[in-house]
């Protein structure tokens, strides 16, 4: 057989593989939905008004447990815009150079031409993706499960068998909270008939066995999702990835744990939106385009109200439309760092310049 062959079929294997955690998880959320809705509420509890409460409340977390699910599984990570993919002419100059400071010099020219690029590796160089030839956006990394740049990529979770990054990371902390308060309500709602069974006082029936399974599985699994979840509220309420948390983002300062915090509220908004109504459906409305993150940047500390905000670059035209209304980032950085003290916005019909004090960053790299 052809090499190429064979190499799809080991691609087409793995991608079979990796959709197994997937479908585990649905088999035991199928057999959650028999064991509480049939073995426990209709075959076990007797008194009407507690079976009807205990169905309407299950099947609303149940509800929002496999849509935010769903939603973490399905939505299309996001990869770089077309801008920060080098040119055809850009390529050959840097396949022509030698690795090191020929090709840092090229790279440093493609930024300063209006990338708004602000992180660094850590030895100061740009950060470029050989793989996917192209400058890598802040906060964006090469998944090497995906094989591609995934924008403010926070992981790879196979439990969802998709990357966790800045188009699904509202709906990863959904889906964690979901389950959450699903595997909590089962959990309590269980408890007296898992003690009635202990004490011998349920009849002897098939719903035993499903019952105590039940609480077993729900008390479990609301162990480890609570240690998640407030996992990722510390790293939502610090405007961190957990790749940064791992290895704090690199500015040319240096690597800044809180490079991109601006405040509990705001790091909050940023990820949930802006209208509080939204933050607990699993639509998109996190703040931005992904590809360019407000900064305090250099020696400022992000939590002190006084910090000037820094405004970014402006953001080109959008290439490729993703499938939730992204934001231009002007637009949402006007939310998040508003001030309306360092610079000014004009409202003009179709005028979206904006004057003010400029970026610093921007400036040091305008200045290279
Ligand atoms: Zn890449
Ligand atoms: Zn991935």
């Keep these: 057989m052809a090499p190429s062959g064979s190499r799809s079929i080991k691609r087409s294997c793995k991608r079979v593989l990796h959709w197994i955690p997937v479908l585990f998880i649905s088999i035991i959320v199928a057999w959650s939905y028999y064991a509480y809705v049939v073995q426990l509420c209709i075959e076990s509890v007797e008194n009407l008004g507690e079976k009807i409460v205990y169905l309407l409340a299950y099947h609303l977390f149940f509800i929002m447990f496999v849509w935010a699910y769903w939603q973490t599984i399905f939505t299309e990570p996001m990869h770089p815009l077309k801008e920060f993919h080098l040119s055809y002419s850009d390529k050959e100059l840097l396949e022509r150079v030698d690795r090191g400071e020929s090709q840092q010099e090229i790279l440093r020219r493609i930024v300063r031409q209006d990338l708004p690029v ?181 020696n400022q500390d992000p939590e002190q109200p006084s910090t000037p905000p820094v405004q970014s670059p402006p953001n080109k035209s959008v290439g490729e439309p993703p499938q939730f209304p992204a934001k231009p980032l002007r637009e949402s950085q006007s939310r998040l760092l508003n001030s309306g003290e360092s610079w000014r916005e004009s409202k003009g019909p179709g005028d979206r310049e904006r004057t003010g004090t400029p970026n610093p960053a921007l400036t040091i790299e305008n200045e290279l």
């Design 118 to 298: 602000y992180t660094r590796t850590m030895s100061g160089a740009i950060r470029f993706c050989d793989r996917c030839i192209l400058v890598k956006p802040d906060r964006c990394h090469h998944c090497s499960v995906c094989d591609k740049c995934i924008l403010k990529m926070d992981h790879h979770c196979p439990w969802v068998n998709n990357c966790v990054g800045f188009s699904n990371y509202k709906f990863f902390m959904l889906f964690l909270a979901y389950s959450l308060l699903y595997c909590l309500f089962i959990t309590a709602t269980d408890l007296q008939y898992f003690i009635k069974f202990w004490l011998s006082g349920l009849p002897d029936t098939q719903a035993k066995f499903h019952i105590m399974f039940l609480f077993f599985a729900a008390s479990m699994f609301s162990v480890s999702l609570a240690a998640l979840f407030a996992y990722h509220c510390w790293l939502v309420c610090k405007n961190r990835s957990t790749l940064e948390a791992v290895r704090a983002p690199a500015f040319r300062h240096g690597p800044d744990k809180n490079g991109f915090s601006l405040g509990l509220s705001k790091n909050v908004r940023q990820v949930f939106g802006d209208e509080k109504t939204y933050w607990p459906i699993p639509v998109f409305s996190s703040l931005g385009d992904g590809c360019s993150f407000p900064t305090c940047l250099v």
